[in-house]
Every structure is written in C-alpha cells, then in structure tokens.
C-alpha cells in the first residue's frame, strides 16, 4: 500500500510557508482526494495519519533545540514525508552551523521519507554529515506566468529576494561598477535581523557611485512588475540550497545573468536557455553585455519545463512509490501539536493555528484585549549588562536568583562593558566581555543577546535589581505577544551599607528617592502605554525591558554607534514601534536602581540633554521630535502619484502636495522630464522608500485646505487605524495612506491583520483634470474650475 500523506499548508509569509501552501493547492487540482490540514485540522487528525511536511528549522521554533523537540514530537504521532528546504552549509556559519546540522539530522532520521529539491542538496545533505540515506529530488517549480508584453528597461541591475550578507548583492554591486551601471534594485526587503547591514550596503553603493532603490515588501503582481522592467537581472550568490529566485526570474520570462556554482549548473542542464551562468570574474563584462543586449536577458520560453503541475505530478508519484509505514506509531503524552502558545510568529510552529480567540496579535496597541491570560512560561534570558559595578551587579544577581519564574526557564548572561577586572559570577551564570572603549552599553547589549538562547529576552543594567515577581510580570506580554515590548517599573533608592543579600522589596521602601514625576504622570496620562504614539519610545526606560527573541532580531540589535550615556534604548523603541511593536508599561514589575534619576545626578543636565536630543533628531524623524524646518535624513511621509499623466497635471499635484506637505517626499514612476521637478530633491522617482506613512496617490490632485486631511495622515498608525482611503471633495477615490506600522505587521503575518481600515473625504482635494490651467496656477488668479 503506498502513501497518502495529508497535507500540512503552513501559514505566514516566510518563502516556504508561501511554497508549502502552493504545493498543497497545486496537488489538490490534480487530485481533490488529498486532505490539506491547517492548524485547527491538526489537533483532530487520529494518531497514525500519514502527513507530508516542509522544512526549515524557522517555521517549527524560535531556534534549532525547540524546533528539533516540535517536529520530532510530531514524528512520534505521524509518519512524515518531509521535505527539506534551507540545507545545512558553509554560509552558515560555525556558530549555527552544527546546531542546524542536528536539526536537520533529528528531521531526517525521525521522518519515513525525504525529499529535497535539487541532486546539489542532497550531495550537500551527505557533505555535512546529516543524512546518507535514500532522497527523493523534486525540483523547485518555474511559476506559470503568462508572457505578456516587455516592458521598457528601467535602467537597474536588480537582485531578487530578502537581503542578507551572502545574498550576492556585494557581487552585483561591484559587477555594477565596473559596467558603468549607476542604479540598483533590491527587490524585496532586509531579512530579519539584518535592517543595519542594508543600510551600510546602501551607503557603501553610494560612495561607490552606485544608487540603491529598495522596494521593500511588494505584493506578487507587483513584484513580477518591478523585476521585469530591471534591465540586468542579476543571481550573485555562491552559497546556495535551492533558490525560488532563480525560478521566479524565469517565470517571468527572465533569463538572468548566474554566478556559476553546482546548482545553477544544474538548473540551466534542467531548463536549458533559461539562465546565463557566468563564472565570478567575468560577472562584470557579462552584465555590460546585457545592458547593450537588452534582448540577452529574456527567454521566450513559453511554458518553462517543469512548472506547478510537473512537480505535483512528481509528488504524486513518489507519494505511491512509498510502502506504508510499519505500525500505527502510538499517541503518547509526550506527542502534541507543534504550535505553542508561546510561539513567535505564525510560521514559527504549526502556522494557521491560530484563531481569533487565540491569535498572537491584537488591534493596534490594544495590549488590554488579552487581559486575564497566561502563557506557559516562557523560556528567558535575562541580559545584564555591567561596568565595574561588582557589588550592585551582586545584590542583582542575588535578586534574579529569587525570582518566582522556573529557575529551569531562566537563563542569566552578564555582558561586561569592559572593566578593568573581570565580574565574579556564580556558577550556571554566563560572562561576556569586550574591551574598553568607552561607553558601549548598546553593544555590549548585543553581545549578551547574541550569547543567550532564550525565547523572551529581559534587559536590566548591573545596578537595577529586580523585585521577586519581575521577569515573571514583565514577560507575559512577550510570551502572549511577540511584537509586545514591555517596560518595567524603576524606583530609586540609596543601598549603601545595605548587604547584597538583603531583599531589595525590604530595603527599598525605607532608603527610597524620588521616582521622575514626568514619567509617572505620562504612564497615567497614557493608561500605561495603551494609548502609545510615535513618541512614547521616551517612555521606555532600557535598563528595564523585555521583548521577544524573534521581534529583536527582526527590528535588529541596538545602534553600536551610540558611545555615550543615553539614547540607545530610544533609538531602538522608535525603530520597534515603526516596525509594528505593542508597548506596554507594568508597573508590577519592579526594579530598584542604586542611586538617584538621571534628573537628580550631578551633572550639567541642559547639556547632557542636548547631546541626546541632538543625536536622536536624525534618527526620529516624528514631529516633536525631530527639526520643524529642516528635511530629515529618511522621508516621514511619502507621496507616491502612481501611472502616466499630462506633465501640467503631475507639476499641479506634485507642486500642491509639497506645498501642503514641505517635508514630504514625492515618488513618480518615472524619472520627472521637467526641469522644475528635476531641481527639487524631495521629487524623486524610482523605488517607494519606506517612510512612515506612505500615501499612494492614483489620479493627480490639487489640495487646498487640508489640515484634517493632515492630521489623519499624522495619526495613522497611531491607534487602531492603519490604512486610510481617501477620496475627494466629489466622492472620487484618489488613493489610499498605509502606516509602516500596517504595512510592516502585514509582512510579518501574511495578511493584513492588526489594523482597521478608515476613510476619509477630504473638503480640499480636487481631482485635477487632464490638461489644467498652468498658468492661472502659476500666476495666482483663477478658481478651482481652471483645474479642476
């Protein structure tokens, strides 16, 4: 009897999930018999039903240990056929590279079957020791996209995917520079946890002369858009396992230029004509070539071999070359469901679990709407970072080795900010150092991260000492919520004299000093964050807070640039907040600093005030927070006018925006042909950067008038409104507004969830018409019927 393996469609928007899902569907059409099974399906499905599995360690835990215990605790209640994505290899790295090899090794022996999706996979599966035995190869599907007609070559290389070191895009930047080619596309966004290195990558292209546009997140339409109009599309990178990007290239009827390696020589044996496979050293006279044979670059392929249906089929038919397992494998207590309650995100486990009673997300910043729940808990690192503090960093030490959170889900990591002797820890306690170069409290941070392995991690400083229930009430939210970053409560009391020993919930209350008023009343005023705004990041205090693993590395790590007291904490709330984060203050969770507020030190508080809001202004670029005049370094509202209009028109409405708007940015499709546009640097064209609201305008408008207009733009994101249609004084539809906050928890989730939609019809936007009155514009004299 052969197999017949329900199908697991895992849901999110990680690229295997997305391919999972596809596979599932792609199958069904071809044999509507086989079951698909979602999250809830899962739970029902008897002990001993065959299950067909996709694997990358990402969609099954939070780190390598969790997702070998959730899938071989499924492998235990289900034979699995598996298929494995992301294979173990060099590029890895020696720190994560035997973790993911045990992961991988644990996947393989537990599972019935194994399948991967190339003959370079399976060899590297048996180069890195993981799995010698029988693998099924079925090859990644070229998608079946209709040729359509070619659109005029926007003047870029382009390189697909999430950017990552490694990803090839250092290759075709340098490949870019010596063919004279000005322009590059990243098609796609930073990969989690790698914000900064984009940033560096991008200002490294411009000193070289190279200008980067980076679309970001873009739905399927509009990425097959964008990659086809790049002129050279370019596969840089080396180190592969199997690459959707390759394939989406050539469904697209792009054939891009490909650093040679094993499997990119075995793509173009499968699909011949469909790749230009270059050796490194001839990638730059290879990308010359195409931009002066544009031709060079497309296929003409239509269909490509083996597309959706071809590797249904072949599933299909490896399915019914399986002999059945042998036995019913028994439900015991230890087999469970891989989604936890605690999981990151949806694609951290069994994705699609998740109803709406149980969803990891909620509205906004409504962090209340999970009142009265509690998570298993979770698994913490508590990161502490010290200076030459030894007896505070005792009595803390002491402190967290009372708290009332498992001791067996508690892990502590001392991170040294280089003193000039050594911290003395007790045994089970991890000490990280690096050397003095001044203060480096944000990397120093980081280095005890990067050291830890818990699910929720917990920031405190040497000398802040946590009262018994502290990590247990401050990382609830995190473990209920992944985009939960928590504050605590700080007092301040005087400990000299006080024995490291004695509880700090005694002692405190009798040396107490004063807590800063502006905090407590903005707490109040704000219902404890629950009513948080772009600004509230100066409400979290670092030296007290918690958040999730997966949520801090996606945001990325603190800014190693800050070298002085302060700042870094906000700088690195600001950027989790824009990325969607639910801030939330608990008082219950307490923690006693040794010594006064910053308010009551003696220091010159103007000038200390100063330097940190001065370093902030260009990273903040929020009302209140940054200059009024002057334009900040990334754009705070962007204005997109979509599609080809009459030049008067798009001068109108471009010249109106920025009258309405001075600080926003204007994108146009295409490069401004006018000479009045061109001289303006807030006129740009090309890529939509990612501001924080973006409002993408269909038809050209005048605006006159528009403060309400402004002020929902301002508040967008804000609250629980996300994405704002807005139409004219007539009713027409002129474009909608998305927060980053929206757009951003859109990625995360695969859907658009965690903000409402609002609308608004604004009295002084007016549809212009196709040929407006220039001149009375320009002039001053005319009514809006000259326009409009």
């Not at 996209?145 to 390189?159: E, F, I, N, Q, S």
């Amino acid at each position: 009897m052969s197999m017949r393996p329900v199908l697991l469609a895992p849901a999110g928007p990680h690229g295997v999930a997305v391919y999972a899902r596809a596979v599932a569907d792609d199958v069904r059409a071809l044999d509507p018999s086989f079951r698909v099974a979602t999250g809830p399906d899962l739970d029902a499905l008897a002990a001993g039903t065959p299950l067909h599995v996709h694997v990358t360690e990402r969609l099954w835990g939070p780190s390598p240990e969790e997702a070998t215990e959730r899938l071989t605790a499924l492998a235990r209640r289900h034979p699995l056929t598996v298929t494995l994505h992301d294979v173990p290899q060099a590029s890895d790295g020696e720190r994560n590279r035997p973790r993911r090899r045990a992961f991988y090794a644990a996947v393989t022996r537990a599972a019935h079957a194994v399948a991967v999706n190339s003959a370079h996979e399976r060899a590297l599966l048996a180069e890195e020791g993981v799995w010698d035995g029988p693998v099924e190869i079925v090859p990644l599907p070229v998608p079946a996209v209709a040729p359509g007609p070619r659109p005029r070559p926007d003047g870029t290389a382009g390189v697909l995917g999430y950017f990552y070191p490694g990803k090839g895009h250092d290759e075709a930047l340098a490949a870019a520079v010596a063919a004279d080619v000005g322009r590059l596309t990243i098609l796609g966004r930073a990969s989690d946890g790698h914000a900064a290195d984009l940033d560096a990558f991008v200002r490294r292209a411009a000193d070289a002369g190279v200008a980067v546009a980076v679309t970001g997140w873009l739905d399927d339409r509009e990425m097959a858009e964008r990659a086809r109009a790049v002129s050279v599309p370019v596969i840089a990178h080396q180190h592969v396992s199997a690459s959707a990007s390759l394939t989406s290239w050539i469904g697209w009827g792009r054939r891009p230029i490909a650093l040679r390696n094993r499997y990119v020589d075995e793509m173009a044996a499968l699909r011949p004509g469909t790749l230009l496979p270059v050796e490194p050293s001839a990638l730059a006279a290879a990308v010359r070539a195409a931009v002066e044979d544009p031709d060079a670059t497309w296929h003409g392929i239509h269909p490509v071999p083996l597309g959706p249906a071809d590797v249904a089929r072949a599933y299909l038919a490896w399915w019914a070359a399986l002999p059945a397992p042998d036995g019913v494998p028994a439900a015991s207590a230890s087999a469970e469901c891989p989604r936890q309650a605690d999981a990151p995100y949806p694609d951290a486990a069994c994705p699609g679990h998740s109803t709406p009673a149980d969803a990891p997300w909620v509205v906004g910043n409504r962090w209340d709407l999970v009142a009265g729940r509690e998570p298993e808990p979770p698994r913490v690192s508590v990161i502490i970072t010290h200076y030459d503090q030894p007896a505070e960093l005792a009595r803390t030490l002491a402190a967290l080795a009372q708290q009332d959170h498992p001791a067996d889900r508690l892990e502590i990591v001392v991170a040294d900010d280089g003193s000039p002797e050594a911290p003395v820890v007790p045994d089970g306690v991890r000490l990280v150092r690096q050397d003095d170069r001044g203060f480096r409290a944000a990397a120093a941070r980081n280095l005890g991260v990067a050291a830890s392995t818990g699910d929720v991690l917990c920031f405190l400083d040497a000398d802040t000492t946590p009262e018994p229930g502290y990590v247990r009430a401050l990382t609830r939210l995190p473990a209920l919520l992944p985009e939960a970053v928590t504050v605590g409560r700080r007092r301040h009391a005087d400990f000299a004299g006080v024995g490291t020993d004695v509880p700090v919930a005694e002692a405190g209350p009798e040396r107490e000093l004063p807590e800063p008023s502006w905090l407590r009343e903005e707490y109040a005023r704000t219902g404890d964050l629950l009513r948080a705004d772009d600004r509230s990041y100066r409400f979290v205090i670092g030296a007290v807070s918690a958040c999730s693993r997966r949520f801090f590395d996606e945001v990325g790590g603190f800014d190693e640039t800050f070298t002085a007291y302060g700042g870094e904490d906000w700088e690195w709330v600001h950027r989790a907040w824009q990325a969607g984060a639910i801030l939330a203050h608990v008082p219950g969770a307490v923690a006693w600093h040794d010594g006064p507020d910053w308010s009551g030190r003696d220091i010159d508080r103007t000038r200390e005030g100063n330097r940190q809001t001065l370093r902030l202004a260009a990273d903040i670029p929020v009302a209140g927070s940054a200059g009024r005049g002057l334009l900040p370094a990334a754009p705070d509202l962007v204005v997109h006018l979509a599609g080809e209009h009459p030049e008067a028109a798009v001068f109108l409405c471009v010249d109106a925006v920025l009258a309405a708007f001075p600080r926003a940015t204007v994108v146009l499709d295409a490069p401004p042909t006018l000479a009045a546009l061109a001289a303006d640097p807030r006129v740009r064209s090309g890529a939509v950067p990612d501001a924080r609201v973006v409002w993408h305008l269909d038809l050209p408008v005048l605006l006159d008038g528009v403060d309400a207009l402004a002020e929902r733009l301002a508040q967008l994101g804000q609250g629980a409104e996300g994405r704002l249609r807005v139409s004219a004084a007539d009713g027409t539809i002129v474009g909608t507004a998305v927060s980053r906050r929206a757009r951003r928890r859109a990625e995360r989730w695969g859907a658009e969830v965690g903000f409402d939609g609002g609308e608004i019809v604004a009295s002084g936007v007016h549809v212009l018409r196709d040929e407006p009155h220039l001149e009375a514009w320009v002039g001053g004299w005319g009514g809006l019927e000259r326009f409009t």
